[in-house]
């Protein structure tokens, strides 16, 4: 039976990036060694690193003030990598969520952090929108996309701080305009590679200004000075990056695929609005293209594990909600085909007419 992958990370990738790599573990680049046992060193993976880099930097139409690197680990290190490198006396964060909040907490551990608004009176359901920045913040910090309560925030903040953001969830996957982020940062297990490696756009003029002494591995300037080669890089993941910024380019680009994105979503939103046994947990405007929350409506609550089975039994896989949430959520990344969103709206489809 085929399998429908909705999981919210480690999530889908595509076969292009799944098939190369694989291979490229049992015989990297023609050399007889496993891409797991190359050293990074080798012209083989640099070449491979140095790739990578150019085409995110293609992709995102990164400018030349900004510079890309990897990095091992995950988002929630850049939670302190961030402030460690930026942040000298104050920082501004909006709170829309988990790691919007995580990252606050990190952020704290190194100066005053304000927090200019939040939705977790609402359980996170919206994307605050009414706030002030205070001007003489270090930056002001943002979580675009919030995987776990399904909004999405679409229209960039105007601050006249410089502005960070989380992307983990959704970048590459619609049109960015760098040039106003000082600092954007991704894990790379949600629209690019398996878990393992960050991703980190970093405005190179932003860095230098905090007083504090910076521990090498956690300092973005020594890892720009050596092309994100200072310590052994999580190579069977850059590997995997590169592959999927490949296919991202074949496909059309950026703009392909939000287009594609929006297609899906659209087809699984409007079933979720015309069934009766389901309704949205996200406010209507703030609702994420990467991440569908849903629940049962109240009267049909006792029915949430029966359509879950229902579905696993038709191979939809991964759309059980996050335990603060509850009900369903369904992970359209990049890499997400339109025929498993089909698979799923029909599911719910059929589930409907048996009740």
Same mark, same amino acid.
């Given at each position: 039976?085929?399998?429908?992958?909705?999981?919210?990370?480690?999530?889908?990738?595509?076969?292009?990036?799944?098939?190369?790599?694989?291979?490229?573990?049992?015989?990297?680049?023609?050399?007889?060694?496993?891409? /797991?046992?190359?050293?990074?060193?080798?012209?083989?993976?640099?070449?491979?690193?140095?790739?990578?880099?150019?085409?995110?930097?293609?992709?995102?139409?990164?400018?030349?003030?900004?510079?890309?690197?990897?990095?091992?680990?995950?988002?929630? /290190?850049?939670?302190c990598m961030v402030p460690y490198n930026l942040l000298n006396t104050k920082a501004s964060y909006l709170d829309t969520g988990t790691w919007a909040s995580k990252a606050i907490k990190e952020a704290r551990l190194f100066g005053e952090v304000e927090v200019v608004a939040s939705s977790k009176e609402a359980n996170y359901t919206y994307i605050p929108k009414d706030y002030t920045v205070a001007p003489d913040s270090d930056y002001f910090h943002i979580t675009t996309n919030n995987t776990i309560f399904g909004t999405e925030i679409h229209r960039i903040p105007e601050v006249s701080v410089p502005l960070a953001a989380d992307m983990s969830s959704d970048i590459f996957s619609r049109p960015v305009d760098v040039s106003k982020y000082s600092v954007i940062y991704a894990g790379a297990q949600k629209n690019l590679a398996p878990a393992g490696v960050a991703i980190v756009i970093i405005r190179k003029d932003a860095l230098g200004k905090v007083s504090r002494p910076i521990p090498s591995m956690l300092n973005y300037q020594i890892h720009i000075d050596n092309d994100s080669m200072f310590n052994t890089p999580p190579v069977l993941p850059v590997f995997a990056a590169l592959q999927t910024l490949r296919w991202y380019k074949e496909q059309g680009g950026i703009p392909a695929l939000q287009k594609k994105n929006m297609e899906k979503a659209t087809i699984l939103y409007d079933e979720i609005d015309r069934n009766r046994l389901f309704k949205g947990t996200a406010a209507t405007e703030d609702r994420s293209l990467m991440n569908v929350c849903f629940v049962m409506n109240d009267e049909y609550k006792e029915l949430e594990s029966a359509f879950n089975t229902y579905a696993s039994e038709r191979g939809i896989v991964g759309i059980k909600g996050h335990r603060s949430v509850g009900g369903f959520r369904a992970s359209l990344y990049n890499a997400m085909p339109k025929s498993s969103v089909e698979v799923l709206v029909e599911a719910m489809k059929s589930f409907e007419n048996n009740i």
């Open positions: 039976m085929k399998k429908h992958n909705f999981y919210a990370g480690p999530s889908i990738l595509s076969e292009y990036t799944i098939k190369n790599t694989a291979a490229a573990v049992e015989n990297f680049a023609g050399t007889g060694l496993s891409l /797991m046992e190359v050293s990074h060193r080798s012209k083989e993976f640099i070449a491979v690193s140095d790739e990578a880099r150019a085409l995110a930097k293609e992709l995102l139409d990164i400018p030349s003030s900004h510079e890309v690197i990897f990095l091992g680990s995950g988002a929630s /290190m850049q939670f």
